[in-house]
């Protein structure tokens, strides 16, 4: 999992790619070979293509859909779409207009053309549209990247989907697409090849999504009892920032809803740490937000921390979370 973007591209194009695949293979007659090989073709009319394709000459998008059908794009290539795609990744973490400007740039051949890895760039487009509160396109980009999980070579494409559309679908009256997209999720976990962060994180991210739907399905005490197991089952010793504070936070707001204030505001506090500690300025946004529910006892100190949480919302201009923060500020007000 790529944690720090200071060497993060702007963009990949076909250009750029033609010479990995240059460098890969040997040289343009070789690469013209092994294409033609594949494909049945002239080795000479393919080479023509692909230089015409290297150069930037109109005309090269069929060889460029051969050769990614048969040679896929590099392996840095995928991780970077990837790192775009992933809610829990620092790149999510950015301003959402930055976020925007970069899926745009990516979003292109030989990113964008059919393949294993072009799943990866629909995901992307969602989140920042869910990010944006542009939930329309956030469907449509999500139905896109249905018509390519068919094709997907990571099983982590399929997890991100699910949860993905989860939150999507939480708006929903009757919750019952939700609960499938959740079920969907808990089984991949289970049979899929992970790496042991993305493991821990699609666990954590499970774990959290699962309990935020019961919350709103049946909010008594046994429910908050119930999520409370399993955010405590979530691994304490990953040494992951994003699970930590996952852990401490549904930990915190569980704790809240038991009437266990006390605890919950050490674990709050815990939250806050993690999310600094990993850099994440929404989740620490999060973790000021529920700190400001959990003291509304001492007004000034409450609405101190919700101003703080709402800074850092602003910031990073992300519109579902100010959304979130204002919801909870109105219903303060009118309270009072």
Known sequence: MIDSPSAFPHGYSSQQYVEDLIAEHGSVHQLASLLADRCGSSPESERKAIQRL????AGGGAVQA????????????CEWLKWMAQYHSRFADMPTDVCHAYVTLWDRAPVNVPSKNRVWISLAKAQVALRMRHLEDARAFLSHTRRDLKAAADPASGIEYGLC???????????TTEAAYLDQVEAALSRSSLSIADRHCYHAR???QTAYRA???APTQDTFADSLKRYEHISADTRIPFVDFRRAHGRATCLWKLGRTEEARVAAAEATTHAGDGGYVRLRSMALKLQSLLWQEDPARSAELMERSLVMATRVRDEELLHRIRLIAHASRAAD
């Open 206 to 208: 499970w774990v959290d």
């Open 165 to 175: 559309s989860a939150y999507l679908t939480s708006w929903d009256a009757d919750g």
């Open 54 to 57: 290297r150069s930037g000459a």
């Open 66 to 77: 051969r050769l990614v059908k048969h040679f896929g794009v590099p392996q840095r290539i």
């Open 215 to 217: 919350a709103r399905i």
